[in-house]
């Protein structure tokens, strides 16, 4: 984290026992504690806090690893009996740590919406912390929703342990209760101009999001064509506000990641990662370790080259789009030879040892530990806004000729070539039927965005997941090596059950108003 914002573990915010929703507020009481202007501020670092599990869980790691399994990535060496294959159970402990995660963040939120307005300080600021909460418990039932389909809607902070159990709402109901939160927030919180980072959230990271949120609602499972209309606004606003653009040089998004350079024209809302775990905060990631070039030297930057990149993954890149491909998928690993560390460039033909490469250790500038780094994520991206832009647009009004900007945009930056001038070599085909250019934003999608934790929800939303998990593993079985064949396993092992994962046994134990999610 570049700005030290440094998220306290307060005692205000720490929660305890076994029940998730009904938890023992174990602490001094909030309305002794919201004080002062810097007491609102710490309780809001709390509630950013349940972004970075120091478990892994959320964007440390899980958000863009074992919880999102699609069709760009597998896992070195893993065949059975593991979540990173889909094969998991209801008590599975990553599961049930990330439900936890996830209503800690939202209890932590209903806390401080609770005593906020009672704070004497500058309203305009007073506000802004508001509307940032406002926006965090929103995007923690998104993820709630996404990940785990209808769930119980708390808006207010559990007070005893006596507190009543609640059951699954309807999901449309918890989607508009994520809206609700998230356009009251777009009113209140400031321009990204305040900031000299992009770790908090702003106005056009509110609507950034409410973009997104607009495309999963009129996607699967609740098929709300209607929100495609919303979704097209929000993209709009983002791209009218000119506040963001493209970086024109797509490897450095990732090498100022690396080197602690925040960037927030093109990275509009990154989740902010500090240190190491050398010493007392413990707000690492491992980003750069987990998706990283496999490399056994922790001077150079240590990782065990976990996910490997898929043959499909590698092949949609085609011939041209080259330069996108080899930053994205690594052309390159690191091996001992004679008593130093050395590239080692792979050959046409290995394809399945490649890992992916956007985020290179290599490039990192401080002290480095063996299994976390200080790389921020990046939650959105100007160019995920853009393909929004041109996904909706085509849904709203067919592939018209914003549509067509749009997407070419992206894919002009991917071919280092100006952004604004139509260029034959880029620019996708024109005369596409509505159907032929969702497709099109299918692929393009991929290629821009890949190991940035949004595929998965994208093949869920398209309601394509199962079907493409399905034919990933045919593929992989037919055509891998044979060293390989394993790679299958997450593809073959993809049920219709696997859109949501299980409600976790831990939260079925304790609260019986909760039913399991279908095929659990």
């Known amino acids: 984290m570049k700005t030290k914002i440094l998220i306290l573990l307060m005692s205000i915010m720490m929660l305890s026992c076994s029940k998730l929703l009904n938890k023992d507020p174990d602490f001094v009481t909030p309305d002794t504690y919201y004080n002062t202007e810097e007491d ?30 699609s069709d760009e990535a597998f896992f070195k060496g893993i065949s059975i009996n593991n979540i990173r294959v889909m094969v998991m159970d209801a008590s599975h402990l990553d599961i049930g740590r990330l439900w936890e995660v996830l209503y800690e963040g939202v209890n932590r939120a209903n806390l401080l919406l609770e005593q906020v307005d009672g704070v004497n300080m500058d309203v305009k600021q007073r506000d802004a912390i508001k509307g940032e909460t406002l926006f965090l418990r929103g995007y923690y039932y998104y993820l709630l929703a996404d990940m785990f389909g209808p769930v119980p809607l708390k808006l207010t902070s559990t007070q005893s342990p006596d507190d009543p159990y609640l059951p699954r709402a309807p999901l449309a109901e918890v989607y508009a209760s994520v809206v609700n939160d998230m356009q009251q927030a777009e009113k209140l919180v400031n321009d990204i101009d305040y900031f000299p980072y ?17 495309l999963k609602m009129a ?32 490897k450095q998004i990732f090498i100022n990641h690396t080197q602690d350079i925040n960037e927030k024209k093109e990275c509009i809302w990154e989740v902010g990662m ?57 052309p390159y690993r690191f091996v001992a030879s004679g008593g130093n560390t050395v590239k080692s460039n792979f050959t046409a033909a290995q394809i399945y040892d490649r890992n992916p490469g956007k985020w290179r ?3 990192e500038t401080g002290s480095k530990a063996r299994s976390f780094t200080s790389t921020n994520f990046p939650v959105i991206r100007y160019s995920d806004v853009l393909l929004m832009k041109a996904e909706a647009e085509n849904e709203v009004n067919g592939p018209t000729p914003a549509a ?14 100006p952004l604004t001038a139509a260029n034959a070599v880029c620019d996708i085909p024109a005369g596409q039927s509505k159907a032929q250019f969702l497709a099109t934003l299918q692929d393009e999608r991929l290629r821009e965005l890949c190991f940035e934790g949004i595929r998965k929800h994208d093949l869920i939303r398209w309601d394509i997941y199962v079907k493409t998990m399905n034919d990933l593993g045919t593929s992989i079985t037919a055509t891998a090596p044979s060293t390989y064949k394993y790679a299958a396993n997450a593809g073959k092992n993809t049920t219709e059950r696997d859109v949501f994962f299980p409600i976790p046994t831990t939260e079925l134990t304790v609260n019986k108003l909760i039913k399991q999610n279908n095929g659990w």
Request: glycine share 10%; charged share 25%.
């Open 274 to 330: 500090y240190g190491n775990k050398v010493g007392t905060v413990d707000l690492a990631g491992s980003m750069g370790v987990e998706n990283g070039i496999e490399c056994p030297s922790e001077a150079i930057g240590y990782s065990g080259g976990a996910m490997k990149i898929t043959a499909k993954l590698y092949a949609l890149f085609g011939t041209a789009d080259t330069a996108r491909r080899n930053w994205s998928i690594a």
């Open 404 to 417: 067509y900007e749009a997407i070419n945009m992206v894919r002009r930056r991917a071919f280092n070539k």
């Open 198 to 214: 992009n770790e908090r959230i702003s106005k056009t990271g509110v609507q950034a999001i409410l973009a997104r949120v607009f």
């Open 361 to 363: 250790r290599e490039y």
């Open 40 to 69: 609102l501020k710490n309780g809001l670092n709390g509630v950013y806090n349940r972004l970075i599990d120091p478990n892994g869980r959320m964007y440390g790691r899980g958000l863009y690893s074992y919880f999102v399994v």
């Open 219 to 250: 996607g699967a499972p609740l098929k709300d064509v209607t929100r495609y209309k919303d979704a097209l606004e929000y993209a709009d606003k983002v791209i009218l506000s000119n506040k963001h653009s493209l970086n024109p040089n797509y």
